[in-house]
């Protein structure tokens, strides 16, 4: 009785078999070679990509556009995130892009949103930035909410402060924090960027 032959493997274990197969065919040197070319490859593509992530962290290219350059960052140069006695400067990626590489992937991906507005001219002139400021405020503010403000602890860590060399007033905010568990955007909305007008009635605050 003949038997049933045997089936080849299919999706991607069966792609891996006749690629195994292939190389054997051809030879030791010939899979060697090919191997290693497509490990040059991948070093190459892996160095590019990471590059080019790394490349859209600096500040020169967060305000290559003139929106983030005449608003938000000529905002920020009037902080003290900005300019302060220790000389200590804090750049866009510093504060809106994690430094997990994950996270900082999607954040990446996200970011296609402000490709966007740029294209379109959402908001590419001072008036439809006043505009649409509350809209995309709220956007970073629930995103920090979500995140526990992990951007802001990269810096600063409220179980590290010395409460006893703060205001009384800063003091003790900071402590009460702790207990009710509330993250730093719930009070330092508008630290380094104007602070939006925030409509009185609740419901229109809801995140659009």
């Excluded at 049933?4 to 690629?19: E, F, N, S, T, V």
């Excluded at 593509?45 to 005449?70: P, V, Y």
């Excluded at 439809?128 to 405020?137: D, M, N, P, S, V």
Aim: aromatic share 10%; charged share 25%; with cysteine.
């Amino acid at each position: 009785m003949q038997q049933d032959r045997p089936q080849p493997a299919r999706g991607i274990i069966g792609l891996l078999c006749r690629l195994w197969d292939a190389l054997g065919r051809g030879g030791s040197w010939y899979g060697l070679g090919l191997l290693v070319v497509g490990g040059v490859a991948g070093v190459i593509f892996w160095g590019g990509f990471n590059w080019a992530l790394e490349l859209t962290q600096k500040e020169s290219f967060c305000i290559s556009c003139h929106e983030m350059r005449d608003t938000p960052f000529a905002e920020l140069k009037k902080t003290i995130h900005f300019k302060n006695p220790a000389g200590v400067t804090a750049i866009c990626s510093d504060c809106h892009v994690p430094k997990q590489w994950i996270y900082k992937v999607i954040r990446k991906i996200k970011a296609s949103r402000e490709v966007y507005y740029h294209l379109t001219g959402y908001v590419d002139t001072p008036e439809k930035f006043k505009a649409h400021r509350l809209e995309l405020a709220k956007r970073v503010w629930a995103t920090m909410e979500g995140n526990d403000s992990r951007e802001c602890r990269n810096c600063h860590e409220i179980t590290s402060m010395d409460f006893a060399k703060q205001s009384g007033r800063a003091s003790a905010q900071h402590q009460n924090s702790i207990k009710d568990h509330e993250t730093c955007i719930t009070c330092h909305k508008g630290i380094a960027h104007h602070k939006p007008e925030i409509p009185t009635s609740p419901s229109s605050f809801e995140l659009q």
